[in-house]
């Protein structure tokens, strides 16, 4: 029985003081829910929001992070950092990190492997243009950046490896796959997970959802046997619209 996983991707959104407020709600809020939690406020507020949460049922999570330990990397954060501020798990691959900063395969999987060998748990995101989709193509992209993205990753490490199926057409765009066409990527990439590694794996592995998720289209999504979980963007901004996200049945 895989384990439902609500992340939320707080993206460029927040205030330190802001976030630290969202963070201190979601602590008393979530408590008693029986599902993991993530949530990943931007660099600058890792360190108020990790303290905020520390000890709480909600882990620390990054939106990013560079394909180097450390050195000549302007503007760039290390997983070195990351570490050292608590943060357990890292978004990689998002589709904004791959369309509007140029972000490819190679280069995702590269930081893929940098986290895992450090320890850390990796958020995956993948997911098709919406011209891919119109083309029939939704699954061979898919398929692609699975297999590029984990190029190299063992079995060992894969558990520590969490896949997000996230259209892009879905992002913030109030847009939301069906349940059953989110369904049939998530069984796709469950596949794909069996003839890279083993059934053992593909059964193990978490693939969340992620595209337009709200307290009203997240109960018939996660209903979905493939759909274990969601990673939220806009909806993780309020304790208001997260907290039902994270308690649906
Ligand atoms: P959204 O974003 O929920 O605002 O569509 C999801 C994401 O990009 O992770």
């Not at 895989?2 to 460029?12: C, E, F, L, Q, V």
């Not at 890279?196 to 979905?224: C, F, P, T, V």
Request: charged fraction near 25%.
């Amino acid at each position: 029985m895989r384990k439902t996983y609500i992340a939320g991707n707080w993206k460029m959104n927040k205030t330190k003081s802001e976030a630290v407020e969202l963070a201190k709600s979601l602590v008393v809020a979530l408590k008693d829910g029986k599902y993991k939690y993530m949530i990943a406020p931007s660099f600058t507020n890792l360190d108020a929001v990790g303290q905020i949460i520390n000890g709480s049922n909600i882990i620390l999570g990054a939106q990013n992070m560079s394909t180097d330990e450390s050195g000549a990397h302007t503007g760039e954060v290390s997983v070195l950092m990351l570490k050292d501020l608590g943060v357990k798990t890292v978004i990689l691959g998002h589709s904004e990190r791959r369309h509007i900063y140029g972000e490819d395969d190679l280069m995702i999987n590269k930081k893929v492997k940098l986290a895992l060998k450090h320890g850390l748990e990796v958020i995956l995101c993948i997911g098709e243009l919406i011209e891919e989709r119109e083309a029939g193509k939704a699954e061979i992209v898919c398929e692609q950046q699975t297999r590029d993205g984990l190029s190299g990753v063992s079995e060992e490490e894969l558990k520590n490896v969490t896949i997000a199926y996230e259209p892009v057409w879905a992002i913030g765009t109030g847009k939301t796959a069906t349940p059953e066409d989110a369904q049939a990527i998530h069984e796709y990439i469950r596949k794909i997970i069996s003839n890279m590694y083993s059934a053992d794996a593909a059964e193990k592995i978490l693939i969340q959802y992620g595209g337009s998720m709200n307290a009203g289209n997240a109960e018939a999504l996660l209903a979905q046997k493939d759909i274990d979980g969601g990673l939220i963007g806009g909806a993780s901004l309020s304790v208001e619209k997260f907290e039902p996200i994270c308690k649906v049945k």
